[in-house]
T-cell receptor, first 109, second 115 residues
């Protein structure tokens, strides 16, 4: 059983559409991180959310941390082909960094 | 600032052979991780070091996998003997430490194929 559950597993959309990816847990996290991984590369940290209810924006990406600090979402506005990749959420648990299974996002031109 | 360095990038071995991977973390990073990633899945933590001590190795198959981090800097991960199911990408990452929320910086990974 994954500590962090991500949904959906796969997402394929047309350029210009919006999308939302979810990360859920039954555990409370002190912080959650979002990474993007492109084929053949290691994951790259996008953002860390720390405070319950926090919203962070990174250009067309909006990240939200749930009030209870058990869930997070990533929303992409007007997706572009360059947004294609594996989106991973991760969080510290007992001083270990654990990852969700990821959402594979494909943006078609 | 130099990133996390890993070598080799690719390795193909036969089952029952041994293999070793090397990782040089970002300078000053106390925490070092080794993850195993099956294609299309999230990284699975194999072992986590804090300086040269082990924080967690609960998912490391200790009958065949070993890892060390001498002097709290570089690290090596070894598999002996390899099995077909060990085919995966092995990612090394580092972070400043527990007080910095474990934000990880990853190397490019080593793609291992066991035939």
């Amino acid at each position: 059983t994954q500590l962090l559950e991500q949904s959906p597993q796969f997402l394929s959309i047309q350029e210009g559409e919006n999308l939302t990816v979810y990360c859920n847990s039954s555990s409370v996290f002190s912080s959650l991180q979002w990474y993007r991984q492109e084929p053949g590369e290691g994951p790259v940290l996008l953002v860390t959310v720390v405070t319950g209810g926090e919203v962070k924006k990174l250009k067309r990406l909006t990240f939200q941390f749930g009030d209870a600090r058990k869930d997070s979402s990533l929303h992409i506005t007007a997706a572009q082909p360059g947004d294609t990749g594996l989106y991973l959420c991760a969080g510290p648990n007992d001083y270990k960094l654990s990852f969700g299974a990821g959402t594979t996002v494909t943006v078609r031109a | 600032e130099a990133g996390v360095a890993q070598s080799p990038r690719y390795k193909i071995i036969e089952k029952r052979q041994s293999v070793a991977f090397w990782c040089n973390p970002i300078s000053g990073h106390a925490t070092l991780y080794w993850y195993q990633q099956i294609l299309g899945q999230g990284p699975k933590l194999l072992i986590q070091f804090q300086n040269n001590g082990v924080v967690d190795d609960s998912q490391l198959p200790k009958d065949r996998f070993s890892a060390e981090r001498l002097k709290g800097v570089d690290s090596t991960l070894k598999i002996q003997p390899a099995k077909l199911e060990d085919s995966a990408v092995y990612l090394c990452a580092s972070s400043l430490g527990v007080s910095h929320r474990l934000e990880a910086f990853f190397g490019q990974g080593t793609r291992l194929t066991v035939v």
